[in-house]
């Protein structure tokens, strides 16, 4: 199935696919992303970006200057741009590594969906990463606006990939408490507790 789903979403045969989901925003650090790309890719040259979403609710909307970042440094080959999706969640099950390069983040819920979909995660220590990720356990933590420290950590993943299935099952063991089951029954313990 999941052969099926990668071929069916035009990932290469083989490759190591990274994805990225969400706005296009200088904020949300794909720019530092892409700046680290060349690099990653000269030391791993299977890898495979999927930059899944779109600028254009954006302040900050950078998705152009993605676009001409991609065609400067002739990248096309390892690099798709899939645009707007509502189905994200096949993007998650069907890649190999998340990443989150974020200058800050509220909550981060795209964080959890990967991580709840066995994916392990690179991601800068803003919003709820920190508070779920444990460096080189479940996940990969840099701080934010480091383009040295997410490059790190970038390479330390895909140093770690034997291991990704441990790391992947870790992942999604750290994020139960977010299961809606859980949400619902915590909810209702406040409720009874508040109305005692």
Known sequence: ?????????????????????????RAKGVM????????LLAAHPSLFLVVVGSGRDSWDNC???IAEF???????????????SDRVH????????????????????SIVEALACEL??????????????????????????????FGAAMMLALARQDRWPEIGK?????????DTARIIDKYVALCRELSA
């Open 170 to 178: 870790r992942a999604r063991e750290s994020v139960l408490e977010f």
């Open 32 to 39: 530092m992303l892409l700046e680290t790309w060349p690099r």
């Open 63 to 65: 998705e152009e200057d």
């Open 70 to 84: 991609i065609g400067a440094n002739n990248l096309g080959a390892s690099i798709a741009l899939a645009g707007h």
């Open 120 to 149: 392990p995660v690179v991601s800068t220590a803003v919003g709820v990463a920190p508070q779920v990720m444990r460096h080189d356990e479940n996940g990969f933590l840099c701080p934010p606006k480091d383009l040295g420290a």
């Open 90 to 109: 096949e993007y998650f099950q069907a890649a190999d590594l998340y990443v989150s390069p974020s200058d800050y983040e509220g909550f981060g819920l």
């Open 1 to 25: 199935e999941r052969t099926a789903l990668r071929e069916r979403l035009g990932f290469p045969p083989g490759a190591t696919v990274v994805v990225y989901a969400g706005r296009l925003s």
